[in-house]
C-alpha cells in the first residue's frame, strides 16, 4: 500500500503514521513542515488551502488511499476533490462527533447526518479561521457533503468521538488532572451531559484500517458507554487518589468535556466491520497519567 496522509503532525496524525508504517505501508505526509516526519517517511511541503502549491507539491505521485485529517471546510475537501481526480481510488477524512452538535439524546447512529444530503455553501467566509473555529462542526459537515457528492473515488468518513491520551497538545484532559491533583475546583455545566470518548492510540489504529477497508460513508469511533464531566471527575480522582470537585460554574469559562448538549455515539457500524473499541475504564487511567506526565 501506498498511503498519503494529509496533516499528520501533531497528536493521533503521528500514531496513524506509525500504525500505516508498521503494517508495511509507504507513507507520504503533506503538511506545512512545522514538525519533522517519523523516519522512513516522505514528506512533501504544502498548504492544504493552496491548490495549486497542493498540486505541485503531489507531482505526478499516485497513491492506493489518502487519509486527511485537516480537512475542515467545503472549499477544502472541494479542492481535494479535483487534486486527488485520478491520483487515489479512495480517500478516509478524518471527522468529528461535533458533526452532531445540535442533535441531543440517545446514542447517535451515521444517518442522523447524512452527506449525500447535506446542505452545501461554499460562499460562507471559510478561509476566516475566526468563522471556521466557530462554525467547526458545520464545517466538517459540508466537507464531508462535498467530498461525497463531488469525489470522484471512494471516500469514507471517520467521526471520531472526543480523543484522549498520549501528546495531547489541547491540554483539555490536563486542565481535569491538574485540577483535581491541586485540590482546586472543576467548573461544570449544573447538570453535565455524556459524551463519547476514544484513546488515542485506537482512533489512529482505527483510520490506519480504514485507509484499507473498502467500506464507505460515515463510521462513527468511539469507545463503548460515556462519561460526563462530574463522571469524568470521579475517574480522575479515583487514578490520582484524591476526591475530586466538580463546582457548578457561574460565569467563569467551564471545564472543557462539561457540555449542555449530550454527545453520545452509536458504534454499531464500527462494530459490524469487525473493529471493536475498548471500554473508557480500560485505557483512561493511562491517559490520566499521560497527561500528568
Known sequence: MDVCVIGGNRYFGRLLIGELRAAGAAVTVVNRGSAPPPPGVTRLLADRDDEAALRAALGDRSFDAVVDQVCYTPRQAAAAARVFAGRTRRYVMTSTVEVYAELDGAAVREEAVDPSRWPVD?????????????????????????????????????????????????????????????????????????????????????LARAAVAEFTGAVNAASPGTLDARELCAAIGRELGVRP?????????????????????????????????????????????????
Request: aromatic residues 12%; hydrophobic residues 45%; positive net charge.
Open 122 to 206: 461554499l460562499a460562507l467566509p471559510w478561509p476566516d479561521r475566526q468563522f471556521r473555529d466557530q462554525h467547526y462542526g458545520e464545517g466538517k459537515r459540508q466537507a464531508e457533503a462535498v467530498l461525497a457528492r463531488q469525489a470522484p473515488f471512494d471516500t469514507a468518513f471517520v467521526r471520531t468521538a472526543h480523543v484522549l491520551g498520549g501528546a495531547d497538545f489541547t491540554g483539555r484532559l490536563a486542565h481535569y488532572v491538574e485540577r483535581i491533583a491541586q485540590g482546586r475546583p472543576v467548573l461544570v455545566h449544573p447538570e453535565p451531559r455524556p459524551a463519547s470518548f476514544v484513546h488515542a492510540p485506537e482512533i489512529a489504529a482505527f
Open 245 to 293: 470537585r466538580p463546582v457548578v460554574g457561574t460565569g467563569e469559562a467551564l471545564s472543557p468535556f462539561s457540555f449542555a448538549r449530550g454527545y453520545p455515539m452509536d458504534t454499531g457500524r464500527a462494530q459490524a466491520l469487525g473493529f471493536r473499541f475498548s471500554a473508557i475504564g480500560a485505557w483512561l487511567p493511562q491517559a490520566v497519567r499521560e497527561a500528568r506526565g
